[in-house]
């Protein structure tokens, strides 16, 4: 099948068979590996991004799924400069992150927990993540960048 | 300059990692790829009669299915017990379910997956050992007939403990289970392999490029240098990477065969049947104790389940046996353990390795005897510690204990905790039916870090307990350090770089810190042990001094000066006495390349150092637990979790509190939430992360952590490790505190994990006048 959508800002084109994940057709097709697979079901949520701004597992979105959709990865996220977003510099000031498998994923996660609730309390922030497993951090790293960016920019910042 | 070393410096590895640029194994396309699937035994236990490949061979886009019968050439995996090797690909028998017994090469993932599907093996079935009961009981099915029994080591009991029981006024006994875990790192193992006419060259997810490199060469015959092992980024390991699996040669072979670089990588419910599991051990312990407290004797029996195959399991419960008193003086301590087959995925080094499960057999014992005397808990810590000034201390089997100071982090920890306060409210939540019960746990533990040195190491089947590093300084005055650790999240790029800054008095963002190829880093061991710090950290100290000596050398040739009358402050070299007159490191770095300039000095800055460790360390640490457990539905919550590490000197508190915060959370997994189970028939029935219960941010309590140091004598930094501590400190602190809660009911014992169904089992058995 021909598929046609919107990643990271450019429009991409492809055949696709229909059993094609939507993460396999990033990272393989299009090549953005940033996206990890940790699971095949649906429970670690280290392939999150985004599909027409709400944070999905793309392990468990065909990728035909996305035909016409707006897909925005953890490439898309930084400015063109390549400059951090505001909370993967806060992931790094909070050491949120260690072998750094989960973290692209957890990041996409975060951006959609604040874009939803952009004045989270630490049980909700918890609560959000509930989908997004790590296995190096204890979470606390995580917990407290997101809130730490939820207080400086209001969670407005996308 | 201020110190770098203590410094909580932010971590060079993040951007790369926080941005998708990770270069995780799976993330490698070379030109011609292909991807390997193996069809993995779906019987716990069986013959295989035959294998049925043509339907899956005929597949467009398959490019070969094989069988052990196809690839003479492959190696088995090597084993601690000879005879009892474990074949890399199954060949007359399986032996867990996820083995594999046949490996099909297709252009994509998906075509491997189909012409798995279409492999038909054809399984006589054998009667499933799923678990240690089986496997010891009379006339028990054998995993090796020919070995004769499912006992693949032991270690009989070195002397009688019970003369010193029988004398001792009271005495009890504990039967502890510490329940199989899957380390689960976040990324699957994995490995890509291209084997060219010159060169096998091997990706891996793992812990140690050059151990990898050493085995295979070893196992395929091909010499040192027609072998490179890259670890790129690595997605985690805890223990687990560092074990062997057939994907290294498979792979490997195949690629040979086909002239093809060939990918393997594990799907998760591929990766919590293959990798490694660990502890899995039943402890059969005594005690014997005073009215006031006092441990007199201690007998413990490990049983060790190793899985299928005898491998790294054998190794754990030594570990055990020599942690087994813990930081206590208990003057007669006997042990003993063995090792035993079962038809389940084999057991390995999984985040502490055989000490957390000493730690949490001693722990319980001291809350046992707490219990038993009326003591308060603190107080029979307290009684049975050993001094500060006991070090070194050598145990009951001989291990060294390098240095000490429980009662400093048990002191730190009690001012955090207001324990009188936490007790009162204690009383008070009992006598309320509407709220939760609460209970207090504590654990003062120790471990082992910095594993060497190389005696040890060598009887574990390593080349050694060393660690290597080596400082270039570069043209432009900046450092690239090669280290033989291989880091997989700990931070070493930074830390390193943090002990180089001091050695060469140079700033943090003039170091880079390479690892993980064999074809750029001198020959190393790897990360596993709470060892890169402690170890590798003092070889790139030593490293570091050696290049400075140099630079010092090529700046007294430039200002004309006797070398030990230079020194070297802020990154600038000047004669004693006049630091106005001195030269840059910049300066210093580049005449160092310039032979017209040096006179009779050799030209170029690069030295290596391997730093053999004479010391084990010994991390130590107080942690306490408060847990609220609803009386309704045996759920418990954890309300605080606050715990003083001692690793010795902390070299980047940031880290340091990221490796504990980490260690912790997998420590409460095991107390709360995880466990790899099997079915009678030995099939495994977790083998998802919908099944096998990780937890997330919604389970984990905010920590409370800090630091006291009491430096080793091990190496010049002082430092320990503590990448272990975490894991091996919580367990007990978690049980030690729901026990404590159901404490008045009666409930002496549970077992691990504390799942609302076990605790509102022993609530309800208490409150029926029986024992849980």
Same mark, same amino acid.
């Given at each position: ?158 | ?40 035994? *779906?019987?716990?236990? /069986? $013959?295989? %009669? ?5 339907? !899956?061979? #005929?597949?467009?886009?398959?490019? =070969? @299915? ?101 004398? *001792?006024?009271?005495? /009890? $006994?504990? %039967? ?5 875990? !899957?380390? #689960?790192?976040?990324?699957?193992? =994995? @490995? ?106 201690? $007998? ?7 899985? !299928? ?464």
């Amino acid at each position: 099948m021909r598929i046609e959508l919107t990643v990271n800002g450019r429009h991409e084109a492809a055949e696709v068979e229909p059993r094609l994940l939507l993460v396999h057709l990033l990272r393989e097709r299009l090549g953005l590996t940033g996206t990890n697979v940790g699971c095949d079901s649906t429970s670690c949520g280290a392939c999150t991004v985004l599909l027409d701004g709400q944070s999905v597992k793309s392990c468990t979105v065909l990728a035909v799924q996305a035909d016409g959709a707006e897909v925005t990865t953890i490439e898309g996220l930084s400015g063109a400069g390549g400059g951090l977003h505001p909370l993967q510099a806060a992931f790094q000031r909070h050491h949120a992150l260690q072998c750094g498998y989960c973290t692209p994923g957890m990041v996409m996660a975060a951006v959609s927990l604040l874009a939803e609730h952009p004045h989270p309390t630490e049980e909700e922030v918890r609560r959000g993540l509930e989908g997004n497993l790590c296995r190096c951090t204890g979470y606390q790293g995580i917990v407290d960048a997101i809130l730490e960016v939820a207080r400086t920019t209001g969670g407005a910042e996308r | 300059m201020t110190s770098m070393v203590g410094a909580a410096v932010i971590r060079k590895e993040d951007p790369n990692l926080l941005t998708g640029r990770g270069t995780y194994v799976d993330n490698l396309r070379l030109p011609g790829m292909l991807h390997m699937a193996f069809v993995r035994s *779906a019987e716990a236990h /069986a $013959r295989i %009669r035959g294998i049925e490949v043509g339907a !899956a061979a #005929a597949l467009p886009r398959v490019h =070969g @299915v094989f069988t052990a019968r196809d690839l003479p050439e492959l190696p088995p995996i090597p084993t601690v017990v000879p005879g009892l090797e474990r074949p890399s690909l199954a060949r007359d028998r399986v032996r867990f379910v996820g083995e594999p017994v046949a490996v099909v090469v297709a252009e994509d993932r998906y075509v491997a997956a189909d012409a798995v599907a279409r492999v038909t093996v054809d399984y006589e079935p054998l009667p499933p050992v799923p678990d240690l009961e089986t496997a010891l009981a009379e006339g028990a099915p054998l995993l090796f007939p020919e070995h004769g029994s499912n006992v693949y080591a032991e270690i009989p009991p070195a002397g009688d403990a019970e003369a010193a029981l029988a004398a *001792a006024p009271r005495r /009890a $006994r504990l %039967r502890l289970v510490n329940q199989r875990c !899957a380390p #689960a790192p976040m990324e699957p193992f =994995g @490995v890509v392999a291209d084997w060219g006419p010159k060169t096998l060259t091997v990706w891996a997810s793992c812990q140690s490029a050059h151990f990898v490199r050493g085995q295979l060469s070893k196992l395929l015959a091909v010499p040192y240098g027609g072998i490179r092992v890259i670890a790129p980024d690595v997605g985690g390991g805890f223990g687990a990477k560092q074990s062997w699996y057939p994907e290294y040669v498979v792979a490997a072979v195949l690629s040979r065969r086909l002239g093809r670089p060939i990918k393997a990588t594990e799907t998760r419910s591929e990766n919590l049947v293959a990798m490694t599991h660990g502890r899995a051990q039943v402890q059969e312990v005594e005690v014997g104790f005073d009215d006031s407290g006092r441990i007199l004797a201690l $007998r413990v029996m490990v049983t060790q389940d190793a899985g !299928a195959y005898p491998g790294d399991a054998v190794g754990l419960p030594m570990l055990t046996m020599i942690m087994s008193a813990g930081c206590y003086r208990i003057p007669t301590v006997v042990t003993g353990c063995r090792a035993v087959g079962t038809t389940t995925t084999p057991v390995g080094a999984y985040r502490g390795a055989g000490r957390p499960e000493a730690a949490y057999l001693i722990e319980r014992v001291i809350d046992l005897v707490s219990d038993e005397t009326g003591v308060d808990p603190i107080e029979v810590r307290r009684r049975n510690f050993l001094p500060a000034d006991a070090f070194p201390h050598t145990t009951h089997l001989g291990f060294v204990y390098d240095s000490g100071d429980y009662g400093k982090a048990l002191r730190r920890l009690l001012e955090m905790i207001d324990y009188e306060g936490l007790r009162r409210e204690q009383a008070a939540r009992r006598e309320d039916p509407t709220r939760p019960l609460m209970g207090i746990g504590f654990s003062t533990f120790v471990e082992m870090g910095g594993v060497g040195p190389s005696a040890m190491m060598e009887g574990l089947g390593m080349l050694g307990g060393w660690e290597s590093a080596r400082a270039r300084v570069n043209p432009d005055g900046t450092v690239t350090l090669a280290v033989g650790t291989s880091p997989h999240g700990q931070g070493h790029e930074t830390a390193f770089a943090q002990i180089a800054a001091d050695a060469l008095s140079l700033p943090l963002d003039r170091i880079e810190v390479v690892h993980g190829d064999t074809e750029v880093v001198q020959e190393g061991i790897g990360t596993f042990g709470s060892r890169s710090i402690a170890v590798g950290g003092e070889a790139v100290r030593r490293a570091s001094l050696r290049a400075r000596e140099k630079a010092t050398r090529v700046a007294a040739h430039l200002l004309e000066a006797a070398p030990e009358d230079v020194e070297l402050e802020d990154g600038r070299f000047f004669v004693r006495g006049s630091p106005d007159r001195g030269i840059g490191w910049e300066e210093v770095a580049n005449k160092a390349y310039r032979p017209t300039q040096l006179g009779d000095l050799e030209p170029g800055i690069e030295v290596a150092a391997f730093y053999e460790p004479g010391l084990t360390t010994c991390p130590s640490g107080a942690h306490c637990c408060v847990v609220g457990v609803d009386r309704e539905t045996g759920r418990v919550t954890i309300e605080r979790y606050v715990g003083v590490d001692d690793c010795g000197t902390v070299i980047n508190p940031l880290t340091a509190r990221g490796q504990v915060m980490g260690g912790v959370a997998q420590g409460i997994a095991q107390a709360l939430y995880e466990e790899v189970s099997y079915g009678e028939s030995g099939q495994p029935l977790t083998s998802t992360l919908a099944e096998y219960l990780v937890p997330s941010a919604a389970e984990m309590p905010r920590f409370e952590l800090e630091h006291v140091e009491t430096p080793t004598p091990a190496n010049s930094l002082g430092a320990k490790g503590l990448g272990e501590s975490g894991a091996t400190a919580a367990p007990q602190a978690v049980v030690n505190a729901v026990i404590d809660a159901l404490s008045h009911l009666g409930v002496r014992e549970l077992q691990m994990p504390l799942t609302p169904e076990r605790v509102w089992r022993a609530i309800q058995a208490a409150a029926n006048g029986g024992v849980a």
